[in-house]
């Protein structure tokens, strides 16, 4: 069965702290995406990683793909408030489909 | 440019009742899928249009769902009769015309509550 597991489900954090989300895949695929969602919102993209080793970074989040681990991690530097939502990782199963298929999502809350 | 569109943004029923769901896609988009997310589950597939044609319906439960998109633009997912099971999240996301493995733009959801 196709899957994508996220690490962990909740995470709660103080300003200022370093955490990282960790998401597994199951396929070969060599595409994945971020997504962050605020509550009643759209999901937001934030990243595609689009190879090994492929490392993107947008203000205190970056994100990293390693297709050999089939691992995908989300680290978050020095966390305020603004970055609470529900973030999820999806990877894009290979040929014509394009479907995505995501993980469960973590719900990132940062506390003053 | 306007986003992906959906509406309504929440629909309350009673169970064995009908609801059609709308999706506007961002202009110009020719992919257009349809997810949904059952309570504490993942967001799953259900299906794929590549302008009015179902690419891929793999992921549709079972035939009291309904997908159509009406000249390649708009799309509505009917559910009839409607059951308990069926209440969740319903995403819409739409990317652009050219390999179907672009970055997909996402509707705020319809949530759908069968009682």
């Known amino acids: 069965e196709l899957k994508v597991e996220q690490n962990p489900l909740f995470l709660s954090m103080q300003e200022g702290k370093n955490y990282t989300i960790y998401c597994n895949y199951s396929t070969t695929s060599d595409r994945l995406y971020w997504y962050r969602q605020d509550p009643g919102k759209s999901l ?24 050999k681990a089939r691992l995908s991690t989300l680290h978050i530097t020095a966390a305020v408030h603004d970055l609470s939502a529900t973030y999820f990782c999806a990877e894009n199963y290979g040929g014509s489909q394009g479907n995505l298929i995501f993980g469960k999502g973590t719900k990132l809350s940062v506390k003053p | 440019e306007a986003g992906v569109t959906q509406f309504p943004s929440h629909s309350v ?99 759908l509550t069968v009682l």
């Open chain 2, 13 to 111: 029923i009673e169970k064995g009742q009908t609801v059609t769901l709308r999706c506007d896609p961002i202009s110009g988009h020719d992919n257009l899928y349809w997810y949904r997310r059952v309570m504490g589950k993942e967001i799953k597939f259900l299906l794929h249009f590549v302008k009015e044609s179902k690419q891929d319906e793999s992921g549709m439960p079972n035939n009291r769902f309904l997908a159509e998109r009406t000249g390649g633009t708009y799309s509505t997912l009917k559910v009839q009769p409607a059951e308990l099971e069926d209440s969740g999240v319903y995403f819409c996301a739409s990317s652009h015309r050219g390999p179907a493995r672009d970055t997909q733009y996402f509707g705020p959801g319809t949530r």
């Open chain 1, 44 to 67: 937001e993209s934030l990243f595609v990683l689009l190879s090994n080793g492929a490392v993107k970074q947008e203000g205190r989040l970056m994100a990293s793909l390693d297709t």
